[in-house]
């Protein structure tokens, strides 16, 4: 792992954006100690972005019209459909799509129920990629363990024949960073409790709410342990429930029913692209972007509904931008809509599969919005140190939207994992994560849960990011 | 409707718990202008239930080991057997069921899905009481009326043939009063729709969430109309959905099945009464209880779960106080669990036919709490008036756990709205419902909605009031 400097921290700059205002410029590069003053960047843009309802429109658009797009259901063709039609609505210079190809899981009827020694249903989901229990489900005496590792470590004769009860709390943070450490009970527990001769698993919820009924989805891997059972998270309310059952030390008997299913064809989607040429460069890329696809249980709003209007919404202000202002983009702005990202990351890493031979030399940057639609208050990048310096007037007017200059280690976002492993530059545009694993991969993924200010200021760093790197960098 | 007249507010009176302070009582009857000093009234039973876990652990117990306790379902007959151990186990002298009798409603599985013009599920629950839709389920159009009234002065053509789909929103205050204004279009909806020829009844939650995917089920009555049709609440968020799916001018088709039905055979279960003997009088009687059924969604750990460890603690403190103090009861304290109050007061119905004969020559009062687990903001009474002054003592105490004193105009409870009417002294205790209804009746009705402390101060209040009228008045 290379070592990479961290940003200096920037000073607090007042920006308003009412007045026209000259501002003591960032000096990015500490060896310059410039105090050069400049006036900000695309002020017009950035007014029309904090005032347009656009996004919002969109994903009440996306929401009510299309819903769920869980990667090869209805909603996925649905919204392929709705993506081409809203990025030509939005004067896009060109809108086109590019086929992905992934398996599909399906869901079905899930059912839970603690049988004794306290009978009582369960409010439960399967986990993404999971097999069915067969539809006389799965019964058995439940153990808990209190972590993935308490699992691991345990002896087989703990956990055969029983359904093993992965309990561990993901912890709540601004960054999310509580989710990488708890969900490994979700990815990898399954396989873990298989070894052992579990007959299925349960896990507690990844994700943050304490007053809910509505379980977490997500997806889950079978390793090669030659058995596969089927896996479960309880919504977390239940799972204290179950925590409180077995604490009373008799046995609690669990039936468990997932007609959960991996089809036998593929299915061919596809990434939804829309672009905004370039006048000077057009060969040149400057990408933004979200998935498109959803889990199945709510409608997808936060993850990532919102992340595609963000950066559609962006792209199509800069467009009206370049109208308005005869300042053409220098480069071509794509916007993608990625297909599939919560099964595998299909859509990214079959775009950085499709565009290899060109990524690297037509390829400027690339960010996605992927976190839902909390404010941003980090801008992060992963570009050449010796660039750094370069990025003072973004910085500048980035501040007056509340994001500070961050660190040098961006890795882009999840559908851009592949791009970024072959050396495409990357930015984070790092949102408030505070409340986003309370609704994750839940029924409440719901329009209701963005707040519309909060929405502007992400369109508004998307726009000024994407105008500055297709124009000035 | 006679007219009473409203207490004069009392001055604020501030209470210290661990001082033994010399009182200003408020003079409750205006022409005394008593301006008498008093000690204030049992000072270690207040402090001892502010101190105690009992009735929290109680509702640990009750939502664990029991949960959901819908008339006559498994839960109900686990309900009365739980109430009786645990009237025993709490040094009850006195513990013993009265049998009651109701018809069963039946769930079962219930979906919903919009069918076109956008494809989406959607979260609903049938209206209890309401018949099934059979099998095959229901199909139609929708079309929405922004409340009762409105869906009464449609014409027929509006209506007929199509599921009608009533919208207003229930508004929140800390009285609750909302729900009686919103409620209409729960409980009379269907039969008003039937008569215009509609084939379905969809509702609006009758709740005060707005960021849930939880749907609120609640009593619903078909008049005489002849044709009896399939009733279900929408999510409050699922509503949020349809109405704006419903803006956008295309027909809206849904889909609903409900396999709800009403049993055969009636259900004999039982109202559950814990008595602590009065001394002196044990044929008057203080009656304190809860309703002891549910709903079946949540583990119906506000409604009324917590009505009944309230007041099931506040009598267990009461006999600990009469010991500890050797300051027997006067009178005796009966605490009821009433069975099946939320699908007709069939408990509280039963009850004062069973006693009718002695209701008014030995009931000296009685309260309910059946309002959740806040904080109790306000004392009511149905009381002569020329008896309030006596009052005075007990306002004192509640000033100190920030209870006012209100009106004389006290309706005690849904269970005792028999009794009330036959003309037996009522009291209230009036609880801050401001989030009662966000969770009320759904399948977020669960422990960990309940806050300790205010608990607590429930217990305190019964308990004095208990103690009060058992033993001074």
Do not use: C
Not at 54 to 79: C, H, N, Q
Not at 86 to 110: I, S
Not at 439 to 464: C, F, G, M, R, S
Request: hydrophobic letters at 40%.
């Amino acid at each position: 792992m290379t070592t990479l400097k961290k940003f200096p921290p920037i000073g607090l700059l007042v920006f308003s954006l009412a007045m026209t205002l000259t501002l003591s410029v960032y000096a990015a590069d500490s060896t310059e100690k410039s105090t050069a003053k400049a006036a900000p960047i695309y002020p017009e843009l950035l007014a029309n972005a904090l005032k347009s309802d656009k996004a919002y429109a969109l994903l009440e658009s996306l929401t009510t019209e299309v819903g769920p797009r869980m990667a090869g259901t209805p909603g996925d063709a649905l919204g392929v459909a709705w993506a081409v039609k809203a990025f030509k609505a939005l004067g896009y210079d060109k809108t086109y799509t590019e086929a992905v190809t992934y398996p599909v899981w399906e869901r079905g009827v899930e059912t839970g129920a603690v049988l004794s020694p306290f009978p009582q249903k369960l409010q439960l989901t399967a986990l993404g990629g999971s097999i069915g229990t067969g539809k006389k489900g799965v019964q058995g005496d439940v153990v808990e363990f209190t972590d993935y590792a308490e699992l691991q470590a345990a002896p087989e004769s703990a956990v055969n024949g029983k359904i093993a009860y992965i309990s561990n709390r993901m912890t709540r943070s601004r960054d999310g960073s509580g989710y990488g450490k708890a969900v490994i009970a979700r990815s990898a527990g399954a396989s873990a409790a298989a070894k052992k001769g579990a007959i299925a698993l349960l896990i507690r919820s990844i994700g943050t709410d304490s007053t809910s009924r509505s379980p977490h989805t997500g997806i889950m891997r079978y390793d090669n342990t030659p058995t596969r059972i089927p896996a479960a998270a309880l919504s977390n309310i239940d799972a204290d429930l179950l925590s409180n059952m077995l604490k009373r030390g008799q046995p609690v008997r669990i039936q468990l029913r997932l007609d959960a299913r991996i089809r036998k064809a593929d299915y061919t989607g596809a990434n939804v692209i829309g672009e905004i040429t370039g006048a000077l460069k057009p060969d040149e890329i400057v990408v933004i972007g979200a998935h498109l696809d959803s889990w199945d249980l709510g409608t997808g709003a936060l993850d990532d509904g919102a992340g595609v209007v963000i950066t559609m919404a962006a792209g199509a202000l800069i467009k009206q931008d370049a109208i308005a202002s005869k300042k053409p983009l220098k480069r071509t702005l794509r916007v993608i809509a990625f297909a599939n990202e919560e099964q595998g990351l299909y859509g990214g890493n079959q775009y950085a599969k499709t565009h290899a031979d060109t990524l690297l030399s037509t390829h400027i940057i690339a960010a996605e919005s992927d976190f839902g639609a909390g404010r941003i208050y980090q801008f992060n990048t992963k570009l050449p140190e010796d660039q750094l310096h370069r990025l003072a007037p973004l910085h500048a007017v980035f501040a007056g939207l509340g994001i500070a200059a961050g660190n040098n280690l961006a890795r882009g976002g999840p559908d851009l994992t592949a791009m970024a492993a072959l050396g495409v530059p990357m930015a984070e545009l790092a949102q408030d994560g505070t409340k986003y694993f309370d609704i994750h991969h839940t029924a409440e993924d719901t329009l209701d849960k963005v707040v519309p200010e909060e929405l502007k200021q992400n369109v508004a760093a998307y726009a000024l990011f994407a105008r500055f790197f297709t124009t000035d960098w």
